[in-house]
């Protein structure tokens, strides 16, 4: 049986980051991944970077065809890049294949040309996450249903898209197939898009995505998903009426859960949470000593940057002061890339109001700054709730032009507990959206 000092099951964010950086300590690593066409991970073949090239394309005028091409290129050049970036790495060894635990210490690893049981000192978990798809009849057997993976394989672009759920999945197809041009429908059984988001900039994006085309039926509860000859029939209950709608096929985009299904857990003595996540303490250990869980696997929340932070604990914890865990893990920002694209960090004021804060909110509409009349696009808002007494920022939601780069620099004031007073009077470069804090913080 071979022994590993390390083995990582999983090529995603943290699980090739450690796999580089134990390298780099000239310390002996095999990284397992399923999946040739994974190398790198979920976000850069399937996720995070597909979508964001194509949803800049769509909203360049590119065709459909030539960016779906752009697409598979950007993704391949990535693949390479990403599994060189370890492979190339004198004590790193990657294997493609299935693994799986056969007990606390052993993994069974099988390929093409059989099995083979290896041993390590520290296993570390890192196999992401899997679309949840619910119970409803006639979606399992049905040929045009997709979850997002499948979803970006379809070289033809879909003319009449219905997407099931409005999180950050389906909205954000919603948005690139509307701009490609394509007729999208939304059911959600939630009253608003984004349901932890601000209640005034979800409805604003609303207006917008519907001004681009796109319907969306909330409060409604699809039960019926039926194949016809070239596409579905969706029928969905929305209050006391039963609606039925067409279409070429159904996005489905109704979370994610742990993906642990292959790993065959039941082996070990690795406990599992309700939502079949692996449990971790605060540093990532599971409750096996030697085994760690990183990413999505872990229950913690669903971000590439939250996985690269994963990575940092390990990271701190093997070579640095040991000081870094999830308890004082910064606060960090989420943006759904729509036009304009939806950003928040921190509390919304409904958040605050229940922790009985004594806040002000200070708000402004995005028509205001310069550089959203240059770029053409005045859309939206930014809302931001401080501490009454020292005005630090208690959250901010920004819902405009460029709004994934001003929440970076409103974080980053979180975290160092910079007020907006102090972002008022700062001097920004000039057009630029980030010049609404001067105003905003007035
Ligand atoms: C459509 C979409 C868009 C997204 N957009 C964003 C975004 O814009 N920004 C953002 O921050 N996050 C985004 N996310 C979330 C982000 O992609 C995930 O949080 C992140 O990729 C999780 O990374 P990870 O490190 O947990 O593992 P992953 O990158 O998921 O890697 C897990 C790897 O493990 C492999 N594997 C699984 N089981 C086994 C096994 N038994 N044996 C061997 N290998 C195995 C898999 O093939 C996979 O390559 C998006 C997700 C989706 C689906
Ligand atoms: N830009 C980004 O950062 C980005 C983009 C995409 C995905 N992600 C990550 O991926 C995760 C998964 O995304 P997601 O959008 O699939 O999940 P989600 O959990 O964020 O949203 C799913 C939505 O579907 C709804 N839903 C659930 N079951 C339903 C049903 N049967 N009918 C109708 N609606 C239903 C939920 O109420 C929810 O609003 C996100 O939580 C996020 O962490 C991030």
Not at 260 to 285: F, Y
Request: aromatic residues 6%; glycine residues 6%; charged residues 25%.
């Amino acid at each position: 049986m071979k022994h590993y000092d390390n083995i990582i099951i999983g090529f995603g964010k943290a699980g090739k980051t450690l796999a580089a950086t134990l390298a780099s300590h000239h310390e002996e690593v095999l990284i397992i991944e399923k999946d040739a066409m994974m190398y790198g991970g979920t976000c850069i073949n399937v996720a995070c970077l597909p979508t964001k090239n194509l949803i800049l394309n769509a909203q360049k005028g590119v065709s459909f065809d030539q960016a779906f091409e752009a697409k598979n290129k950007m993704t391949s050049k990535l693949r390479n890049k990403n599994y060189h970036k370890v492979a190339d790495q004198e004590t790193a060894t990657v294997l493609n294949a299935d693994a799986e635990f056969v007990d606390d210490k052993t993994i069974k690893v099988t390929d093409d040309s059989g099995e083979e049981m290896l041993t390590a000192d520290r296993i570390f978990i890192n196999t992401g996450s899997t679309p949840i798809m619910p119970s409803i009849e006639g979606l399992s057997e049905s040929k045009h249903v997709f979850a997002s993976r499948e979803m970006l394989d379809q070289s033809k672009q879909t003319q009449n898209l219905a997407i099931l759920g409005s999180g950050p999945i389906g909205l954000e197809f919603a948005s690139m197939y509307a701009q490609f041009g394509s007729n999208v429908t939304v059911l959600a059984h939630d009253a608003q898009l984004l349901r932890r988001v601000e209640p005034e900039a979800a409805e604003m994006a609303t207006t917008d995505l519907e001004e681009d085309g796109i319907k969306f039926a909330f409060n409604s509860v699809l039960s019926s998903v039926e194949d016809t000859d070239d596409g579905v029939k969706l029928t969905y209950q929305q209050g006391d009426e039963t609606k039925v709608i067409a279409a070429d096929a159904l996005l489905v985009a109704t979370g994610r859960q742990p993906n642990v299904a292959d790993l065959h857990l039941e082996n070990t003595h690795i406990k599992q949470g309700k939502r079949g996540e692996i449990v971790v303490d605060n540093k990532l250990q599971t409750s096996v000593e030697t085994i760690w869980a990183l990413g999505d696997v872990n229950g913690g929340p669903q971000f590439t940057y939250v996985s690269l932070d994963d990575w940092r604990i390990l990271n701190n914890q093997f070579y640095g002061d040991q000081t870094r865990t999830l308890d004082n893990r910064p606060v960090y920002p989420t943006t759904t890339f729509l036009k304009p694209a939806l950003a928040s960090v921190g509390l919304t004021e409904a958040q605050a109001t229940e922790k009985g804060l004594n806040f002000i909110v200070k708000s402004m509409a995005a028509a205001g700054v310069p550089k959203a009349q240059v770029i053409g696009d005045p859309r939206g808002m930014y809302k931001a709730i401080l501490d009454a007494k020292d005005h630090t920022i208690l959250g901010m939601t920004i819902y405009a032009e460029e709004a994934y780069e001003t929440i970076n620099l409103i974080t980053t004031a979180m975290s160092h507990h910079i007020s907006a007073d102090e972002l008022r009077d700062q001097i920004y470069s000039h057009p630029t959206m980030t010049e609404a804090l001067n105003d905003l913080f007035a």
